[in-house]
C-alpha cells in the first residue's frame, strides 16, 4: 500500500511540474548534427594475430584461407580489392561458410536473402551457404557499397554494414572500419 502511494505521488508531481520538466534545455531547440571526419589509422585495434612469417610481403593476408581463389575470382571481377574482400569475409565470418547472424545474415559475407535477391540471386535462403554462391552476392553488394562510398574504405564499409543508404559512420561501422584498416595494415 505504500508503494502504491508513492507511486501516485510520483505521477500527481510529474503532471503538476508539467511537460516541459521532462526537455534539459529548450524544447524546441535542435540538436545539429555533423559527419565524423576520416582520419588516417588511428584504429586501436592491434594487428590481427598472424605469425610474421605470414605478414611477409611476400605472403598477404589474402593467401591465409581456402577460399582465395574465390574471392580473388569475384573481387576482380567486381572491381573490389582482393585485400579489402578478404578483410570482410575475416570480419563476418571469419572463414566459416555454415556462419548465421542474428539478423538472418548467412554464409561467409553474412549477406542477407532478400539483399542476395536485390543483387540477382534466385535461389533459396540454403543455397547461401555456399562459398562461391555467397561470394559471388556478396561481392557485387560490396561493389555497389564501394561505388557508392567513392571508393574510400570506411565510406564502403559504412554502405557495407549500414545499408547502401547510410549516410552517417555509426557506432557499429566505425568499429568494423577499424577492424578493416587493422588487418589492411
Known sequence: MKNLIVAAAACVGVL????????????????????????????????????????????????????????????????????????????????????????????LMQIKPATARLMGYAGGAKGLYDPETNIKFGMKYLAMAQDLGGGQTCNTILKYNAGHGATRMNPISKRYCGKVLALLD
Open 16 to 107: 503538476l511540474a508539467g511537460y516541459d520538466c521532462a526537455f534539459a534545455g529548450q524544447r524546441d531547440a535542435r540538436q545539429k548534427t555533423v559527419p565524423l571526419k576520416i582520419v588516417s589509422r588511428t584504429t586501436g585495434f592491434p594487428m590481427p594475430n598472424v605469425p610474421a612469417e605470414l605478414r611477409d610481403a611476400e605472403t598477404s593476408f589474402a593467401q591465409q584461407n581456402r577460399y582465395t581463389g574465390l574471392i580473388a575470382k569475384y573481387a576482380k571481377q567486381n572491381g573490389v580489392a582482393v585485400e579489402l574482400a578478404t578483410a570482410v569475409i575475416k570480419i563476418e565470418s571469419n572463414f566459416n561458410p555454415k556462419t548465421r547472424g542474428s539478423a538472418g545474415e548467412i554464409g
